[in-house]
């Protein structure tokens, strides 16, 4: 039997938060989910606020925070290119202040604390696929580098605490991951595609759709940063965690376009600065370490975030 954990999660209100909420609680731990909304919604978490091991908290995790856990994950920080550039100066504020303030709870209460930290700290790589020891390409200039910077000062915060205090740390590092409550608003490839195609709307290609990334769908992430947490102090990765798949924007498109039916057109859109131009996984040590791999071909993920997607654009608009 599994001992029952008290379980903090920070953006537990978002996309991947939510699904990480839900799956904790299915193993009977007791869960304080902390959240701004910012990009977050309480409908995400809605069907959990009965369930008696819940709590939902409303917090900017750029404050500090006093409660009494024995871990935390720590997701708070807006994702999509869209969200995080709306004001990077917050999303940097919540990256290097949020780890700092969560790194500091650790250290008082002795828990054990999860990073979820992002492909992205490869900036635009020139080594492919990506494996761990890389130390990554990122402009710290653009527009980019305030989700870039801000997430690998937090490893560096991370790595420097577990030195200086030996707080047990962990740091996944995250590449694209997909499926039901991402935000249909947020830009991102998948949503957009999908939201796109729905409404019979053109399909809009960044550049020439030749740019590769590799998609990883929620409930197989989920259980890799679970997997992550439950690792002897001794492993704090980094660890990639994604689906090693890759494909072209443009076959993205098409997949996207045959699941959705009805003939969707394409529009070509200007590549955004700094996009990266691959992005692939090496998961050898996520394999090796917690013997994980991603499950839920990208065929059924995509059906099954389509039907998202398709009951709620049917549903009336809510406040969030
Ligand atoms: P999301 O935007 O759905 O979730 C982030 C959550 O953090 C939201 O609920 C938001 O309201 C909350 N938040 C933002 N700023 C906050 C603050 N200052 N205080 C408290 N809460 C705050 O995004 P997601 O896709 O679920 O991403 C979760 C985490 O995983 C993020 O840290 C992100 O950087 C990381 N990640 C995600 C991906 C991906 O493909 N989805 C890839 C790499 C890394
Ligand atoms: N902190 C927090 N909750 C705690 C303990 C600390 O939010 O339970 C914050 C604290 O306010 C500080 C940060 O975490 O801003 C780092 O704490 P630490 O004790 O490492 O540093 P110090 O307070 O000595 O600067
Ligand atoms: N993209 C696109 N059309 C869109 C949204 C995104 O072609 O409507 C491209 C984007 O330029 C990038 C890739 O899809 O090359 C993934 O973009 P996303 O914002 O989902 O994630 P990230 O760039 O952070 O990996």
Known sequence: MISRKRVLVT?????????????????????????????????????????????????????????????????????????????????????????????????????????????????????????????????????????????????TLFFDYKRQHDVRIKVARIFNTYGPRMHPNDGRVVSNFIVQSLQGQPVTIYGEGTQTRSFCFVDDLVEGLMRLMDTPDEVTGPVNLGNPHEITVRELADRIIALCGEGASLEKRPLPQDDPTRRCPDISLAKRLLGWEPKVPLEDGLRRTVAYFDARLRQPATAD
């Open 11 to 155: 953006g537990g209100a978002g996309f991947i938060g939510s699904h990480l909420c839900e799956r904790l609680l299915a193993q009977g731990h007791q869960v304080l989910c902390v959240d701004n909304y910012f990009t977050g919604t309480r409908d995400n978490i809605a069907h959990l606020l009965s369930h008696p091991q819940f709590e939902a908290m409303r917090h900017d995790v750029t404050f500090p925070l006093y409660v009494e856990v024995d871990e935390i994950y720590n997701l708070a920080c807006p994702a999509s290119p869209v969200h995080y550039q709306f004001d990077p100066v917050q999303t940097t504020k919540t990256s290097i202040s949020g780890a700092l303030n969560m790194l500091g709870l650790a250290k008082r209460v002795k828990a054990k604390v999860l990073q979820a930290s992002t492909s992205e700290v490869y900036g635009d790589p020139e080594v492919h696929p990506q494996t761990e020891d890389y130390r990554g390409s990122v402009n710290p200039l653009g527009p980019r580098a305030c989700y870039d910077e801000g997430k690998r000062c937090a490893e």
